[in-house]
């Protein structure tokens, strides 16, 4: 008798960023710790050491309540949303900043479903908050219009049972890929709120998603670190990722026994992809 085994890489992010507010959220089995980044005392060139004028300062400490440990956690790119999820439920706050004080408002009560995330991401604008579901599914909560009447779920078009366990929104807040454990990635029209296409299936489980900032083209790299880009817009592969297939990529890359964890673009040379493992960075240059 054959039987089938399926391998889950669930990537988790332990410690969310938000540039825009200078924060760092740090995820522990039983509690989340905020913190505002320090400030140099001058600049340099890379490899300086620069002295400290400003040291990192821990605002707020959150513990879940009982002995249930957080799954994921998200803060949002504004800095004043944190969401979170144990093994039973989502939880929200709103945080306020005033002089040297820091306030935490619970707004749990406004999410639709109540029920445990894989997931958690907020969009680039701090506007809405996806949860990623069961059976593939995503829930849409609209933080502007905050109550239950504005919670959306996005479901596939397949009858999946699996979960959903990543999530990358486009920089434009237009679009959201979700990947799930049985290889499918669904593409969602956020303005619309409706599936708009899915991607090809690949036999090997996505272990990175990421939206392209500049072409709106969604990279994906998996299990056995071979590289796609779809473009979203037009519903298929690119001409640069069709191309790498037919010429393959270097037996060293495809060797290695580390996962790609992060895909990330260069914000001053739009066509360089920047990947990481655990152990190393690579910038992948579209036009080489």
Known sequence: ??????????????????????LLLFQFPDQLELWRLGSPG????????????????????????GCDHIRCCALSPCGTWIAFSNVYRVRLYRIQYENDSVTIHAASQFLKAQQPAHQLLFSADSTKLFVA??????????????????AHILTPKSDSLEPVCLLAVSADSNWLAAANSDCEINIYNLKQLKNHCTVP?????PTAIAINPHTNNLITVHTDHQIFEFSISEKKYTEWSRALQQQGLHQHWLERDTPVTHVTFNPKVTTQIILHDTYMFCIIDQLL
């Open 133 to 150: 579901l069961d059976r593939s599914r995503v829930q849409v909560v609209d933080l502007v219009m905050l109550n239950s009447k504005h």
């Open 42 to 65: 001058g600049s340099g060139i890379p490899g300086d050491i620069l002295p400290i004028s400003k040291k990192p300062e821990k605002l707020l400490q959150l513990k879940n309540k």
């Open 1 to 22: 008798m054959a039987y089938r085994y399926k391998v889950r890489l669930l990537k988790r992010n332990l410690v969310c960023c938000s540039r825009k507010a200078n």
């Open 201 to 205: 299936v690949y036999n090997h489980l």
